[in-house]
């Protein structure tokens, strides 16, 4: 089965930026879409970015300023944060659509193989 783990995150300035990556093992990212989600303290967790065969979808506040993007060769999807808000302090998962053919969905619970997160503290 394959295992997602995040890293590349860290304590980051206002307006900074990091890159988060995603690596699988035990496996290939063979998943038709990938994701990032969040969780701050106290809410729920949210979709950041999806990366699909139609291209890519930022649902929430990050258009613009976050990009998703994914190397199937080297098992690895990434997300580029520039512009960095104090807001944008959350745990950064990433996630695997559980279905062969990918419907559109942002729904955490159609993504599975969640790796452990990644803290991202961003500070004003």
């Known amino acids: 089965q394959v295992q997602l783990v995040e890293s590349g995150g860290g304590l980051v300035q206002a307006g900074g930026s990091l890159r988060l990556s995603c690596t699988a093992s035990?496996?290939?990212?063979?998943?038709?879409?990938m994701a990032w989600f969040r969780q701050a303290p106290g809410k729920e967790r949210e979709v950041v970015a999806v990366i699909n065969p139609r291209g890519t979808a930022y649902p929430g506040s990050t258009k613009g300023r976050f990009t998703i993007s994914r190397d199937n060769a080297k098992n690895t999807v990434w997300l580029q944060m520039n512009s960095l808000k104090s807001e944008d302090s959350a745990v950064y998962y990433c996630?695997?659509?559980?279905?062969?053919?990918?419907?559109?969905?942002?729904?955490?619970?159609?993504?599975?193989?969640w790796g452990p997160g990644t803290q991202v503290t961003v500070s004003s």
């Open positions: 996630a695997a659509f559980q279905e062969t053919h990918y419907t559109g969905s942002v729904r955490d619970t159609d993504f599975g193989s």
């Open positions: 035990g496996g290939t990212l063979s998943s038709p879409a």
